[in-house]
């Protein structure tokens, strides 16, 4: 295994997640080297030779392969001002500059609405640092849940002493501030930055293999035709059955589902993957799992057991087919939400208070 990263594989939710409520950051490791696995950290490979079945990094060595994957997931979105001011934060490197300056009082703006953003507003506001959370869109979340329930989120978090400005655009960041397009200034002593991912396709691209946003894979995990040649995980766009087209998903059900998938078709296994990812999130007390197209330009059927606390969210097509599920603060009903959706089911409030019982 060669990775860009000095550390071993270790799991990516608890960086916005435990480790900022009490969990020891040891508890993140995967434990790889304890499976044998010969480890190359802190290197990249930078060339892919698929004729001669090699990969070379950026150390100059070559590392012969009869099978090769690529997980090369995926960089953070940037800016276009402010370098080493901002903390684009995906890694554990990222999570330790960020734990070492957190106190009580910091002034910390976050970039971004949207998965990272939320989580990380509320893991520095919860470890009682001083959160301004800005970001273009309606309401925290608002990619993903309809209107609202966005802007409720925008006034619970306004009540946990977060300041939330919605509907605003960075328009630049010098040392210590960040200025949106509407002339509003936050002072800041720390700036992060959740603005998603951008896959990192370079090397597949060099190697002549079929992208799509991401790295075309099909439902085996092979790409560009080939029995040698995969890819898991962030980077990869993958079919999708039960919703028809392909799909390229960025969160944690997928990665572990489609990596395990995957490397046993590698192995010989020869098993397709129709697995239909979900994904869940942690919002001070708020918590919900989501399962499918979750997608708040889809038209929506909602039933609530208390309004914006506790219900089911479908999203549907035209004919008003369950496409996804938000699964507001109710919990282990994942395998019944895919089921509806597998089966084109047309759902009304009835399906939805089944998946309330």
């Not at 969160?251 to 010989?268: L, Y």
Request: aromatic fraction near 8%.
């Amino acid at each position: 295994m060669v990775a860009a990263e000095p550390h071993e594989p270790y799991a990516r939710p608890p960086l916005t997640k435990g480790l900022w409520s009490g969990k020891e950051e040891s508890s993140v490791f995967r434990g790889t080297p304890d499976l044998g696995v010969e480890l190359h950290t802190g290197r990249r490979v930078v060339g892919l030779d698929l004729e001669a079945r090699s990969a070379t990094d950026d150390t100059g060595e070559t590392h012969a392969y009869e099978k090769v994957l690529l997980a090369t997931g995926g960089t953070p979105r940037r800016l276009p001002s402010g370098d080493g001011d901002v903390v684009y934060y995906r890694t554990l490197d990222d999570y330790r500059r960020l734990r070492g300056l957190a106190r009580d009082g910091l002034r910390v703006a976050v970039i971004g609405g949207g998965f990272i953003g939320s989580e990380i507003a509320a893991a520095l506001a919860m470890n009682r640092c001083d959160v301004t959370i800005v970001f273009p869109g309606v309401g925290i979340g608002a990619r993903l849940f309809p209107a609202d329930l966005a802007t409720f989120v925008n006034d619970y978090y306004r009540e946990k002493g977060v300041t939330v400005l919605a509907g605003q655009l960075v328009e630049k960041i010098t040392p210590g501030v960040v200025t949106t397009k509407s002339g509003t200034t936050i002072e800041a002593e720390a700036i992060v930055a959740g603005l998603g991912i951008v896959p990192v396709t370079e090397l597949a691209e060099a190697a002549g293999l079929e992208l799509d946003d991401g790295i075309l894979v099909d439902e085996y995990g092979r790409a560009g035709g080939r029995d040698d040649v995969f890819a898991a995980g962030d980077v990869a766009r993958f079919p999708v059955p039960a919703l028809g087209g392909t799909r390229r998903v960025e969160h944690e059900d997928h990665a572990n589902t489609h990596g395990r998938a995957v490397g046993a078709n590698m192995a010989g296994a020869g098993e397709p993957y129709d697995h239909l990812p979900f994904f869940y999130s942690d919002l001070f007390d708020l918590g919900y799992e989501a399962v499918g197209d979750v997608d708040s330009d889809l038209d929506v059927v909602a039933e609530w057991a208390e309004p914006n606390r506790k219900g089911v969210v479908a999203y549907v097509d035209g004919d008003g087919r369950a496409r996804g599920f938000l699964l507001w603060d109710v919990w282990g009903k994942v395998d019944s939400a895919r089921e509806l959706i597998r089966a084109g089911t047309v759902v009304d409030a009835a399906d939805l208070r089944t998946l309330l019982d």
